[in-house]
C-alpha cells in the first residue's frame, strides 16, 4: 500500500489506493455515511475521509472515533477541487492507533489563548499554534539563509556565562544549590544564564569578519507585558569594518528577505494570520518589504515627543529619558507610520560596549521601532577603543576582572565593527499580527508561569 502524507499528495495520485496516518479534528457520522477531518502534520490543510457502511470496514465502531485520536486509513484518494479539502479519501478501513479519552480539552469551538496555554500536550494542534509553530521553523530557516548565503559564519555562543552582557543586571543565576553561595558551587565563581551573545561572538567577528549567533537568551526582566518573555530566541550579527549605517543595512535587508521568504514559504500559514488574527497581515509586511526604513536621531524623536506631550501617560519628556513604548510607538506609529531607526541614544542609557560618538554625549546606537511591536531590534557600533572603553567600564565598576577577556580583544587587532540583536519571537509577532509574545512561543516563560 502507498503510504503518502498530505503534503506529498498531488494529481498523479487521484484514484489510487493510499494509506495515511494523522490525527482526527472532527468526526460527524451518521446513517449514510460520515466524514473525519483528518490533519497528518505534514500541511496545514485537512484531508476529508469519507467513510460509508457499504465500503468501509466497521462503519460503527469508525463513528465514533474520538477527536484527537491517532488512526490509519487505507483506501481511495480523490481530488475534490473547489470542495473544502482538496483531497478525500473513499476509506476502507481505519484503524486506531492511538485512542483520545472523552476529556480531550480541544473542541470544535474557538478557545481563548489564556485557557490553550494551559494545555501544552495538545495545544500546538490548535489551528493559531499549529500555523505558528510551523512559521516559526520556516523563520529560522530564512535567518540562517539570509546569513549563509551571505557568507557569514554560525557561531555557537554559550548558554552559560560568567558576565551580564547587557550589564542591566537581569540574569538567572545557574546553581547547583538552593541556597546563595555561589563561590562553593559547581564554577566556583558566579555562573548565570546568557542575556545576549554578543560578547562572545565579537572575538568571531574579529576572525570571520562576518559572523551571526542565534539561539536562546534569557532575561529575568519583572515586567509582565505582552512583549517580554523571561526566555526567547535572539539572532545576533557581527561584522568587522562595519559601521552603524552598514549595520542598518543588513538589519533592513535581512528583515525583508525574512518578509519574502515566509510569503513564499508558509503561505498557508500567512493565509491563515490573515483570516483569523490580523486582517492586514499579508499586505502591511509586504508594504514593509517594499518600503525604505527611515532612519531619525533620538534627538530628534525627543522632539517630536515633546510636541505630543499630552498624549503620553508619562509626559515628562526630557533629553536623557529612556523611552517607553508608548513613545516609542507613537513614533513609529504616528510619526513615520512604518518601521525607523532611532540612532545616537545618550550614552547613560545604553550598554558600555556601544561606540561613543564625537559629541562625548551619545553613542553610535541603533533601535528599529516597528508599528505593534514596539522594539525589533537593538544595536550599534561596538567601542574599539581600548582606553575608551577601559575607562567607561571603570567608570561603571565593572573592573571585577570577568570581563577582561574582552577588553583585550581590542588590544589584539581590534578594529571597527557593528552588529545588532533581532528579537525572534517578536518578529514573529510582527509577521504575523498575534499580540502577544506567549503565543508564538511553543513553551512560554514569563514571571510567575512555569507550568511545564
Ligand atoms: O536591545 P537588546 O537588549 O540588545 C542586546 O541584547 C544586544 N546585545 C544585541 C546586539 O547588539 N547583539 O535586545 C535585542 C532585541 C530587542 O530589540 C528585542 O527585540 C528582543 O531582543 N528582546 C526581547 N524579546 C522578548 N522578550 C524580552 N524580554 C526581550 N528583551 C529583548
Ligand atoms: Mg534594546
Redesign the pocket.
Known amino acids: 500500500m502507498l503510504a503518502v502524507k498530505l503534503k506529498d499528495t498531488y494529481k498523479d495520485l487521484d484514484g489510487q489506493k493510499v494509506t495515511m496516518q494523522g490525527w482526527v479534528r472532527t468526526n460527524r457520522g451518521s446513517k449514510k455515511a460520515g466524514f473525519i477531518e483528518l490533519n497528518d502534520g505534514s500541511t496545514f490543510s485537512n484531508v476529508q475521509v469519507v467513510y460509508k457502511p457499504e465500503q468501509t470496514a466497521d462503519y460503527e465502531a469508525v463513528s465514533k472515533i474520538t477527536l484527537g485520536s491517532a488512526i490509519e486509513v487505507t483506501g481511495t484518494l480523490k481530488a475534490t477541487p473547489g470542495a473544502k479539502q482538496d483531497y478525500e479519501i473513499q476509506a476502507d478501513s481505519v484503524e486506531v492507533l492511538g485512542a483520545s479519552d472523552h476529556e480531550y480539552p480541544l473542541q470544535k469551538k474557538r478557545h481563548s489563548f489564556e485557557y490553550l496555554r494551559t494545555i501544552p500536550s495538545v495545544r500546538p494542534r490548535a489551528n493559531t499554534y499549529y500555523a505558528m509553530f510551523r512559521l516559526r521553523s520556516v523563520l529560522s530557516m530564512a535567518i540562517h539563509r539570509f546569513f549563509q548565503d551571505r557568507g557569514f559564519v554560525y557561531v555557537h555562543t554559550p548558554i552559560i556565562t560568567g558576565n551580564d552582557?547587557?550589564g542591566?543586571g537581569e540574569c538567572f543565576t545557574v546553581t547547583t544549590r538552593a541556597d546563595d553561595k555561589y563561590d562553593q558551587d559547581f564554577f566556583a565563581k558566579h555562573a548565570q544564564l546568557t542575556?545576549?551573545?554578543?560578547?562572545h561572538?565579537e572575538p568571531f567577528a574579529l576572525t570571520y569578519r562576518n559572523v551571526y549567533t542565534f539561539g536562546p537568551?534569557f532575561?529575568a526582566?519583572n515586567?509582565n507585558t505582552t512583549?517580554?518573555?523571561?526566555e526567547?530566541w535572539?539572532i545576533?550579527?557581527?561584522m568587522a569594518f562595519a559601521d552603524l549605517s552598514d549595520n542598518m543595512d543588513v538589519v533592513e535587508d535581512m528583515i525583508k528577505y525574512c518578509i519574502n521568504y515566509v510569503l513564499e514559504n508558509a503561505p498557508e500559514e500567512m493565509a491563515f494570520f490573515e483570516k483569523a488574527i490580523d486582517k492586514d497581515c499579508i499586505n502591511r509586511v509586504k508594504a514593509v518589504a517594499e518600503s525604505d526604513f527611515k532612519r531619525m536621531t533620538y534627538t530628534e524623536a525627543i522632539g517630536h515627543l515633546e510636541q505630543a506631550k499630552d498624549q503620553f501617560e508619562n509626559q515628562d519628556i526630557f533629553w536623557g529619558m529612556d523611552l517607553q513604548s508608548e513613545h516609542e510607538r507613537y513614533i513609529c506609529e504616528q510619526v513615520v507610520k512604518g518601521p525607523v531607526f532611532l540612532t545616537d541614544y545618550p550614552k547613560e542609557i545604553k550598554?558600555f560596549?556601544m561606540r561613543e560618538n564625537e559629541d562625548g554625549k551619545t553613542v553610535a546606537a541603533c533601535?528599529?521601532l516597528v508599528p505593534y511591536?514596539g522594539?525589533?531590534?537593538?544595536?550599534?557600533q561596538r567601542e574599539e577603543r581600548y582606553d575608551v572603553l577601559k575607562k567607561k567600564m571603570d567608570d561603571l565598576g565593572m573592573n571585577e576582572g570577568s570581563l577582561d577577556w574582552y577588553l583585550d580583544l581590542r588590544r589584539f587587532g581590534g578594529c571597527r565593527h557593528s552588529?545588532?540583536?533581532?528579537?525572534f519571537?517578536?518578529?514573529l509577532m510582527y509577521l504575523s499580527g498575534v499580540q502577544n509574545?506567549r503565543d508564538v512561543q511553543p513553551y512560554p516563560r514569563t514571571p510567575r508561569n512555569l507550568i511545564n
Do not use: C, K, N, W
Not at 375 to 380: A, I, K, M, R, T
Not at 419 to 423: A, E
Open positions: 552582557a547587557e542591566a542575556v545576549s551573545g554578543q560578547l561572538v537568551t532575561r526582566e515586567s512583549r517580554h518573555a523571561s526567547f535572539m545576533e550579527p557581527e550598554a560596549y533601535d528599529l511591536v522594539e525589533l531590534v537593538g544595536g550599534s552588529g545588532f540583536g533581532l528579537g519571537d517578536r518578529m509574545i
